[in-house]
């Protein structure tokens, strides 16, 4: 376990770990998952959209050795998450043939690559927005309580924690590259657009039952290998323009998840993504890299999905080392030094 060399582990988080592993019984009845590729396992290989990583060499580190359609080299920080709360198994993309059944009764995935907190950057990819992702939500739970009744239902509803990551697409995907939207809102205007959709998505889950949310700020945006190389000028720094608004962006996410937290009953922890990859990309050796620059992926520079696959020139042989598997996307090393710092940042969400 790598994160347990390069990071200050609280004497909780090594109960929780020692607990998880003997005793094989998850600390919490489920695990729902919202949002975008960061945290997608395959519900995009079953959409028609080109944002999918269903193809090698995605997954190539992973268990099976297979793209799954997770956006990666090898696992996500959820599928660590998932680990570490005791899970032998990881949520079952909801698009898929295995969300059925008893796999339903542990939790489900509706994250789709290319979704953000705006509706309209799901829909210009095709992609599951977060409002439908919610629809798929109550359709799950018309499915689990025909299997197991109302009250075990809703016990599974209250006792899961519900996982979303978005936002990072909105930026880049979207705002930065469409001039009219771009011209339309300062970064502070969209902030504040996507700020009113993340508060109607989080009132509108504690609707539907949850109480243990926890939702990841974003990361520092300029880092992201493909920001450097669309909007770098040719530099090879990160980009302070794109930190900035990222960073602004989190301080939004706190306060509004401030005014969140006023509802009875509910758990809410933002998860501190932002300084942990910024340490990573700044100071790659304290955490055993030593390229965060480049991607693993292609030539390192615009590859994701499209251009990230078996033709890739380039492609690094052993992705450990690099912060980045494409140009968007943490490698499957980095995701678990991210998932060390959730699971000290989330005992809130167990206790
Ligand atoms: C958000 O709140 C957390 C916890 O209080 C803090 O560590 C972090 O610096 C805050 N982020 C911003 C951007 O203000
Ligand atoms: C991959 O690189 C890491 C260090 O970056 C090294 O520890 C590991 O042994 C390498 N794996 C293979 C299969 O070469």
Redesign the pocket.
Known sequence: MRFLSGLFLGSLAIVVLFFSVTNGDPFVPGLMIFGDSVVDVGNNNNLYTVVKANFPPYGRDFISHKPTGRFCNGKLATDFTAEYLGFTSYPPAYLSQEAKGKNLLTGANFASGASGYYDETAHLYSAISLTQQLNYYKEYQKKVVNMIGQKRANALFSGSIHLLSAGSSDFIQNYYIDPILYGAYTSDQFSDRLMSSYSTFIQTLYGLGARRVGVTNLPPLGCLPAAITLFGRGSNQCVARLNRDAFSFNRKLNSTSESLRRLPGLKLVVFEIYQPLLDMVTKPSDN?F?ESRRACCGTGTLETSLLCNSRSIGTCS?A??YVFWDGFHPSEAANEVLAGDLLQQGFDLIS
Request: proline share 0%.
């Open positions: 055993g030593f052993n450990t080392g």
